[in-house]
């Protein structure tokens, strides 16, 4: 009787470390699963943020993208990286980007802000804050410098553009590959053609022509 109960004792002991061990190797892989679930999601959203900030460096230039995030982010004065910008523009010969690109200026005292300035306008009139005048003789404001404008046929509708997906999203319309018919590109204004800094994407299929 006495070697039955020990035996069945012993058993019992076994069972609960058995239950035990399981319990804990249990424990470790969840553990290992969220943690491996959270640098997922940490890497995916770093990626997302990453595409966001190459999209609107390319879109909006990155020397404005830099001054408008120091405005917004930084909380302080960017007159200097703008003066860096104006003056690589001006060294690089980027005549739009010196002569009509609009730069968000502000200014130490952290409440005075100039909006929508171009490097020339600095240049013209803020020379007190360090900005200088181009010396780059292939830079002239003065000239006419070729910018986005209507075509001869210009388009004032979406639905205008029956040609190519990217001449679509130019205008900040909208493609429906499914649709049917010519009528892909939709939406309920269009921007202007002066919009589209980019020549590449200034093409007769947006309505517009580099003039």
Do not use: H
């Not at 069972?15 to 640098?39: P, Q």
């Not at 509708?157 to 999203?169: A, F, G, L, R, W």
């Not at 319309?173 to 800094?197: F, L, Q, V």
């Amino acid at each position: 009787m006495k070697g039955g109960e020990n035996m069945r004792r012993l058993n019992k002991k076994g069972n609960l470390r058995s239950d035990f061990g399981m319990s804990m190797r249990n424990i470790v892989k969840s553990k290992r699963a969220a943690e491996m679930t959270i640098g997922t999601l940490v890497v995916i959203v770093l990626a997302i943020i990453v595409l966001v900030v190459i999209a609107l460096g390319f879109g909006m230039g990155w020397s404005n993208l830099w001054s408008k995030i120091t405005i917004y982010f930084g909380g302080g004065a960017n007159v200097d990286s703008v003066k860096q910008a104006c003056n690589y523009a001006c060294t690089t010969s980027a005549t739009y980007d010196f002569c009509i690109l609009p730069r968000d200026v502000k200014l130490a005292d952290k409440t005075t802000t100039l909006t929508g300035k171009t490097c020339d306008w600095l240049a013209q009139n803020k020379k007190d804050l360090g900005f200088v005048d181009c010396t780059n003789s292939e830079v002239k404001c003065g000239a006419a410098v070729p910018t986005c404008k209507d075509a001869t046929t210009a388009y004032t509708k979406c639905e205008q553009i029956v040609s190519k997906p990217e001449d679509c999203t130019a205008r900040g319309c909208t493609w429906n590959a499914g649709a049917t018919g010519t009528a892909k590109c939709s939406g309920s204004t269009m921007d202007p053609c002066t919009t589209i800094t980019d020549p590449a994407k200034c093409v007769p299929g947006t309505g517009c022509q580099w003039a």
